[in-house]
């Protein structure tokens, strides 16, 4: 399996209903690996500062992710402060410092060009397209992208729609970029762009799949309390990414199952700050989860009316 990401490395400081956490480990691609790193290996393309506790990263190469890819660079780490209010389905955005991603130009090392995974994480898009053309032969390319870039760089956005496989957007963002209130007409706008597959996620109303010939929902697990949701979109790209490099099956049933996989990971997430939890989860702690998950949605078709 090779799963190659490329997203940011950040520095969060988040409030939510029930406290705060300042400076914690955060950005797309270490939600995305540390998520993904439960199926198998990831290669991680990224950028950080030199004020970035890098020793917090090591976990995470424990567990299998490698960041040869990770460039050090003079000046200040990504950093994202963010908060959320009692609705948790919405972060506001309190204050984003590109810092070292305003010049970053990755180069992938020569290893990472026949990932036949990528995940192009929420980051510049002008990034994702650079990260595009060092790729060889991909089998999938998947991207993610939200609001600041949705506003501040659409036309590169729009090319990149047009290279990749898959994207993954919330409801919020997926009316954004496409200018429709209705969800499955903003999936049909997507399809007609160049995507292949269009996940749209709706936070604790869990997310659809659409593609030409289907649409499938996987509910979000039922939490009894929700600490942080940082990272759940990512943690749910690196569950379903995560499933088909390691499955290698990219038919409609599997895609399926990669969804309830992803769902199952953003619900771990949320249950504290940062990727604490994702890193003390196990496997059987997954499978679990993926039970409850089948439990349920399943019911009897036979229903007598
Ligand atoms: P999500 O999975 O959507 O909750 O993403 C949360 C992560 O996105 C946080 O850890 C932030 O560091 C990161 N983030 C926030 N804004 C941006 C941005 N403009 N570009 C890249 N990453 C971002």
Redesign the pocket.
């Known amino acids: 399996m090779s799963l190659l990401v490329v997203?940011?490395v950040?520095?969060?400081s988040v409030e939510t209903p029930f406290g705060k956490a300042d400076e914690v480990i955060?950005?797309?691609a270490?939600?995305f690996s540390a998520s993904a790193s439960h199926q198998g290996p990831v290669q991680l393309v990224g950028v950080v500062g030199s004020d970035y506790p890098v020793e917090k990263l090591e976990p995470l190469k424990a567990r299998g992710v490698d960041f040869t890819g990770l460039e050090h660079a003079e000046g200040e780490s990504?950093?994202?402060r963010?908060r959320y209010r009692h609705d948790l389905n919405s972060?506001e955005?309190l204050e984003?410092r590109?810092g070292v991603?305003s010049h970053f130009r990755p180069k992938l090392p020569e290893a990472f060009r026949d990932a036949e995974f990528v995940f192009l994480?929420?980051?510049?898009p002008r990034l994702q397209l650079d990260v595009l053309r060092q790729v060889r032969q991909p089998k999938l390319v998947a991207c993610?992208t939200?609001n600041?870039?949705i506003e501040s760089r659409r036309a590169d956005l729009l090319e990149l729609l047009g290279k990749v496989d898959l994207i993954t957007l919330?409801d919020g963002e997926a009316r954004q970029l496409t200018e429709q209130a209705n969800l499955v007409q903003a999936a049909r706008w997507i399809l007609d762009r160049g995507p292949r597959t269009v996940l749209i996620k709706k936070g604790e109303h869990g997310a659809f799949m659409f593609t030409r010939e289907s649409v499938f929902f996987a509910p979000a697990y039922p939490l009894e309390s929700v600490f942080d949701?940082?990272?759940?979109?990512?943690?749910?790209?690196g569950g379903f990414m995560g499933w088909l490099a390691r499955t290698r099956d990219l038919s409609d049933a599997n895609l399926r199952r990669a969804v309830v996989l992803g769902s199952a990971m953003g619900s771990f997430v949320v249950e504290g700050f940062s990727i604490t939890r994702l890193l003390e989860i196990s496997r059987t702690d997954i499978e679990r989860r993926v039970a409850d998950f089948h439990r349920l949605v399943t019911f009897d078709q036979a229903l007598d009316t």
Do not use: E, H, K, V
């Not at 994480?121 to 510049?124: M, Q, S, T």
């Not at 949701?229 to 790209?237: I, Q, R, W």
């Open positions: 997203g940011s950040a520095l969060d955060g950005g797309s270490n939600y990504f950093r994202w963010g972060a955005t984003t590109l991603f994480a929420n980051i510049d993610d939200m600041f870039w919330n949701p940082t990272g759940a979109g990512d943690s749910f790209a």
